[in-house]
């Protein structure tokens, strides 16, 4: 059985850092796609970074320079390291998985999901 569970979300002031995690469970996680996700308020979901299973990696423009996405396969866990944080990067961040062969920022890519983990920037 697959599972994904995000922690690490919180509250932080403008310009700050948070990092989040992913623990994964299930599939045989270094030879899966792993992708961050989030939704903010009356929003589509939108691909924030992924970690392909070459160890490729693309960002959305608007966090490229800013969050950095990893994995530690001997922990199954993967990570976004998140700086320079702004307001508009409030939204429920999703950790993401795909065996298939498509790794892109593509929500419709991903065939399995966590429950999200909750950040929000404000002063």
């Known amino acids: 059985q697959v599972q994904l569970v995000e922690s690490g979300g919180g509250s932080v002031q403008p310009g700050g850092s948070l990092r989040l995690s992913c623990a994964a469970s299930?599939?045989?996680?270094?030879?899966?796609?792993m992708g961050w996700f989030r939704q903010a308020p009356g929003k589509e979901r939108e691909g924030v970074a992924v970690f392909g299973r070459y160890g490729q990696t693309s960002y959305a423009d608007s966090v490229k320079g800013r969050f950095t996405i990893s994995r530690d396969i001997a922990k199954n866990t993967m990570y976004l390291q998140m700086n320079t944080l702004k307001p508009e990067d409030t939204a429920m961040y999703y950790c993401?998985?795909?065996?298939?062969?498509?790794?892109?920022?593509?929500?419709?890519?991903?065939?399995?999901w966590g429950q999200g983990t909750q950040v929000t920037v404000s002063s």
């Open positions: 993401a998985a795909t065996g298939g062969s498509y790794c892109s920022l593509l929500k419709s890519h991903f065939d399995y």
């Open positions: 299930g599939f045989p996680f270094s030879n899966y796609c």
